[in-house]
């Protein structure tokens, strides 16, 4: 029951009463859901840096020890997505270095389109790499800055014009906290204040859990900087144009969030309701497939007016699980974590919400579990185009090989996951979504129109 | 945010192809909502009996290779409700014991109310207790029982006489399994089939994991045997009136279980319908409490034609915190779990759907939620009627001085959790929730009519 | 490179100070040779029995925060042998139990004789058994005793007069702690004595490590009570005879260890010496097998007039490995464990002490390490005859069938160890090991004279 | 009881045969003397390298599994020596790095003397250190040679030049497994052979584990390079003049392995004679201090025809132990690794020999430990000349402060250990312990003669 994965969520905050870490580890349990693998926090206290990270959940890799050990007045922290296998503890994040001026810890959310090039480049100067992630590309860079640039902040920003790609960043260094975003807006990046604290998050849920409240995002492009309580916003890298991923507003961002001024919860609606106007159909009750599609579900259902009705119950326990299954037993894997209400969906014609489909295998089990319960009709309504193109800009959307779409007509792959009717959102309904919004969006995943040049890497 | 705890979910099969631990692992993982301290997989192999059981999530005790070193045609499983601290190893189940006749394996959900009794009795004759459990006294007196009986389907029955309070029960001797309830009929306990293969679980859910059928429940007062494949009920013991927990809809079972011929989503449902029939307000939206208020708030909208819209997100990865909150921190410990949407609730009249009120704390701070989320009015609606007594039949609803509605009326109750109106559903609608079933219930702990005598508990 | 493994060491201490866990806990670290598999700890806080067990090393199970946890009075503990696989956590000491006059803690070193009847008798009155060990057994009879005894000493005393064969033990009670020993004194068990604290152990060595004072032995057949800090000696049981484990002396007492007016090194030492005399070779150096055999090495030298040489290093970080060796890798495991000196035993007759042969692969591999090294001769002496019958109080002396002297004469052992000559200390000489020893001993594993009727086990 | 420590043990190796990981796991198990912290492997397999390593024991971090999953022809396995706190996670080596040329993995033992400079210069060009180990400068310096070199091994052999201080080196890149050792010979390295496998480690004794017969030393400044199964050695940068650490034969090596020509027992036990002879005394008995001493026990006794007798027990259990204890229980704590047979000792004039004096503290309560076993005398010897000077070569031999010989004559010592007499191996008889060597020795430690100008660290 594969789904795409979110590489990575961040969090910082400067708190001059020293609960820094405390806050940083409510804040990365509130962004667990845009990366299970590893997490880490990073403290500063008296100038020095302090850290600890490892592969796990983060209450799995922290206790109130370790957290307390942790004491001081900032921190970053970092939540890592989850793969299967691989030996990755090295890319557990923050990363911690020591290089010309001292000590800094990068939290980092986001993929560079230009790290081959970056890579060679630093490689040719003698580089060496102890991770596979972008992260360590952008401390070199940002070192390397730094030996003729008299601040941290300035050493950021000059870095900035070499990257391309996706990136929200941490940076702190002996007395400096950094917040900054790749131009192009790729990635969110908010920024909070709780008292005469300052807080950093990817998403504004984790703002939340610790009562501090939305101030704004950082702009795309800018260097935001905090220093003894003092802020400061260095604005030379802002573009006009931004690209902020659309799928954030589609799947990866929990609901409650607010990104770019727009609450995710009320752009899924919108999603559904768009999709209602668009491909209207004859049924019962519309369901929503857990969690990702409930929102979009509740759309549809306003709009065509037909009951959003709870179809599908989801296991609450299973994060995890050890059993690699076989074949044959992908099916049981699916019905872990997900069960169809029968008295519900027997013998009704269904409009059955989900976000995305990328190879098919998954969605055709879901079909398949409600028609098991007794479902007339199950008609697939997806609140998200078609995925076309690879992703390049942070998320794992695969290749195009793998992307059912690229390979089959919408027909096929409605027989192929057993589906009365199928239909995924217009483009131009995407694009109206979040008409709010304060940024622009990316859809290259959908239209190939990639906001950088990717050519190399397709 | 304490809710009430279920003690145990049971899980059984007979399974001539092998397959047992391994179902039985599945379906523990579907019960797992019935508890979250320890779990256990006893198998049979060629009528020896292995087992291996820990504190733990299902997923957290067991892996590949000790469920492969598991293989069996017979298994039992259990699932321990969640507690905080304590060295409760010892009460982990199934309880594994060697006997007069051999070994057996005990999975048992519930309560008894004479325990003191059946105690002294025992210890009267030089019983030792190495657990703090009740199925240590059953697992005695079967062995007693035993003694003089020609076969433990027999001493399971005579023993089934003098045991008084809550039990469903799963036996485990060399040759056979057993399963049998209580003639009062508190635990739910039923039985599927998949194949040539025979599963018994506390809920239907855990047969969809695994693909089996529902066949019918055991009946109260039942034992039924599978011997060599070969099935056999006693029915000695049944009587014609029974109680179920009422509870197991309101709350306690997942709401796509089929319990007593009612699927607990339905029940919930019509709490909510006969909630809003009850007790109608004039409101903008009605939001449940996720997950257990979601589908009576689904009824209540349902028939007070008003919009039911997700309210809440709930955080999917806090199945446990480290924490330990102090006072001034339990406001932060439901934030981790629980967080308002405010474009959907800001400036609504809002009905709030929630199970249950026990001590108030909670509820009051889930109110606190959607007020700062700028909800206009706060209605709650709580889709069962206030508890009043405490249940000594296998739940954690705690003694007189700890229930809120014992020491206050309805309106007090609704200023200490700052709600504009506050109901409960009333005693009458409780007992049409379910017209289908074909169960009586027990609603003793809001009516004090206990289906046994439990003065001496009292 | 599997030795013979003692079953358990006892730990227990009466100490007003409230230092009992504490002390226990540096107790089971001295006693941790007698048993490695796991290891526990129950105290008695205000007549609360509290406790703490689980597999593994003393240092791996517990740890600061459990030990400060465990505060009380009283303390007993318990180390356990190591073996491989199994589920044997349930055996896991000390057994806590609740009987009909509270609660109980009982640890216990030994093995019963007449297990089987016991288990009969009693699980015809409807006893359970959830372990495996003879612990339960002895719990059982103590708990029926007591209904009809004023006190728990009385009850123990009485429970002596039905149990056969090994037991040392320590039973702690809502009031007391006990120390009792079997009448045939197989088993060691010594009191100490530290300010107004009284403790028990095993082994005199875990007395040393808290500053206690040996006081005494526990007599076989003695009850001895503490109760308020006031001692009583329940004598009525106690015998003339006794017959301790000889093997203590010769392999499983640590050598700093007082047992029973003679120190372990002093009487493994004197047997080298006597073996010396029994049988002395033309050799340049005497070698002992690390670390069982240095002391009667030491001994052997010393009256031979041979230089006793470091001919071994063993390495001391492998109290275990996870690697299973295939035949093929045998060697290696040995290897891994033992390195002969090269440098000493190159082109030398050599006289390898070692304390016990019991199948004689172990002792052909390293006979091959001395080979290998470069050694000349090789002249294996054993400090103890050879074993011809299994043991059954308490030590896993295998059957008869896999006692290699059992089915060879001493010349075909020495061949198939590929030793130039092979002797085992005389029985005559073994019963002169300890002439200061105040008790008599069981060498039944040598000459079937078993002190017990065993003959239903053989 | 904190005795100094060696920083790290190395293994590698090259064997066609694919069993290269299994032989690192038997070859690091034999060198854990030398580092208790952590550990890695790194295998080589169809050029790709792979790696697992972590905090803990040989036996705690790799299991069967792990193992497996190592496969290859090429491995570098690492011992990290053990310490107190701190997060080191990151330190644990092998380095494994992507650099210009691929991949390449690093295990390194010793101490870089101008670390200060080249990290500096290094960080001059923007490098960033994610360690703070050496072996990532050594890193930096081969990838950046690598640029315009030909070959790894050039890389290597011309870094060596800038390169000052303590350092043998593993390198395994996709094609070659490269070992190196400063000039000066610091540390030792050897190679051996088994059948068509070539290995590597930093001590013989890893040799016997696995049947590999030592074939000789990497001589100081080789750089030895396997390609294919074919061998080269560079030596341009070999001298004349070698500086093996003298300690090495003094403490840090297991007593069965060769290190240039000499087995270390050997070496400490002729340390043992000269001392003897050299401050002879009229005693009874000598006694070792386990394990380090027992070999120096061994020579004094045989010149000094005083009986060489086991006078303490080591309890074989305590690699570590939890317990942090404060200044009134570090009495126990050495008691519960140490303890005096109070026979051997009692009423003896002994000779107690060890090894080194470090800060005093220790010794005075070894010394304890005799006299409250009754020893009526207790002439204190070490094996070495007293520590005057800290070292830089990669052990922790503190600074000058917290030597006690820098602030103390010996007649002080000796009164501060509670000794009769004290004396210390004389630097001239130091110079003759290994007389077939065929190295030079530094004694800087003990002299301040450093072979290389530190006077920048002192």
């Not at 989850?82 to 001292?102: A, D, W």
């Not at 992260?135 to 950021?156: C, F, H, K, P, Q």
């Not at 995925?387 to 059912?404: A, E, N, Q």
């Amino acid at each position: 029951m594969r789904k795409l994965h979110e590489e990575c969520g961040i969090f910082g905050i400067y708190d001059p009463n020293g609960e820094a870490s405390k806050s940083t580890y409510y804040g990365l349990v509130s962004l667990q859901h845009r990366g299970q693998e590893g997490c880490g926090i990073a403290v500063n206290k008296d100038r020095e840096i302090y850290h600890y990270k490892d592969l796990g959940l983060v209450n799995d890799v922290f206790n109130q020890q370790i957290l307390e050990d942790l004491e001081g007045n900032m921190a970053v922290g970092h939540v890592r997505y989850s793969t299967t296998g691989g030996n990755l503890r090295e890319n557990v994040q923050p990363l911690v270095l020591r290089y010309i001026k001292g000590t800094l810890a990068i939290a980092h959310n986001g993929n560079l389109t230009n790290t081959y090039e970056l890579k060679k480049e630093l490689e040719k100067t003698g580089a060496i790499f102890q991770t596979t992630s972008d992260t360590e590309i952008i401390a070199y860079l940002i070192a390397r800055e730094r030996i003729n640039t008299g601040s941290i902040e300035d050493a950021v920003k000059n870095v900035m014009n070499i990257l391309e790609g996706a990136y929200s960043l941490l940076v702190m260094s002996p007395n400096k906290l950094i917040a900054a975003r790749d131009k192009w807006g790729f990635r969110p990046l908010c920024m909070g204040k709780k008292g005469d604290a300052i807080v950093f998050a990817s998403e504004t849920c984790a703002f939340n859990t610790i009562d501090a409240k939305f101030e704004r995002n950082i702009k795309p492009g800018e260097v935001f900087v905090i220093e003894q309580g003092k802020t400061k916003s260095i604005t030379d890298n802002c573009s006009d144009k931004s690209h902020l991923c659309i799928f954030e507003h589609i799947y990866f961002a929990r609901p409650d969030s607010l990104i770019e001024n727009e609450v995710v919860h009320e752009t899924r609606k919108r999603a559904g309701m768009f999709l209602a106007k668009q491909s209207p159909v004859n049924a019962d009750i519309v369901v929503g497939v857990p969690d990702s599609g409930l929102s979009a579900a509740e759309g549809y259902s306003e709009y065509a007016k037909i009951p959003n009705q709870m179809g599908f119950v989801k296991n609450r326990y299973i994060a995890r699980t050890f059993i690699k299954p076989n074949q044959k037993e992908r099916d049981t894997a699916v019905k872990m974590k997900l069960n169809a209400l029968s008295n519900v969906v027997k013998d009704k014609r269904i409009v059955m919400v989900d976000d995305s489909i990328v190879r098919g295998t998954t969605s055709g089990r879901i079909v398949n579990l409600l028609r098991e319960a007794g479902a007339k009709e199950v008609h697939v309504r997806i609140s998200s185009p078609p995925f076309l193109w690879p992703c390049f800009f942070g998320t794992d959307i695969p290749s195009r090989d793998d992307l059912i779409a690229n390979k089959h007509t919408i027909d096929e792959i409605r027989q192929m996951i057993n589906a009365d009717s199928l239909d995924f959102l217009s483009l131009e309904n995407l694009h109206n979504i979040a008409p709010n919004s304060t940024c622009g969006f990316c859809d290259s995943c959908f239209t190939g129109n990639y906001p950088i040049n990717v050519e190399h890497l397709l």
